[in-house]
């Protein structure tokens, strides 16, 4: 598994960042339903290309991280659908 350094490293250089909820909840109830999923769509977009871009495994580290930085996630298990 990566370490946390690197997971850390790997969030801030992607411009991922953690928002307490209370802050999510209120920018939620703020943006207009469609605008707040088009702004989703293109960070899971430039997400994606940024794991795809610094990593040859780009799917096993998206997994990696996940389990990293959620600790109800450490049972996940993602597959790459073009090599499963």
């Known amino acids: 598994m990566m370490r946390l350094l ?3 490293y ?3 250089a992607s411009g991922m960042t953690l928002i307490p909820l209370e802050i999510l909840q209120y920018l939620e109830s703020r943006a207009g339903k469609d605008e707040l999923e088009s702004k ?3 960070a ?4 994606g ?6 990593f040859n ?4 580290v998206l997994g990696e991280l996940l389990k990293g930085m959620r600790w109800e996630l450490d049972e996940i298990d993602i597959k790459d659908r073009w090599n499963c």
Do not use: C, F, G
């Open 6 to 8: 690197e997971i850390a």
């Open 10 to 12: 790997t969030q801030k």
């Open 40 to 42: 989703w769509q293109e």
């Open 44 to 47: 899971e977009v430039s997400y």
């Open 49 to 54: 290309k940024y794991l795809k871009e610094k």
């Open 57 to 60: 495994s780009p799917v096993k």
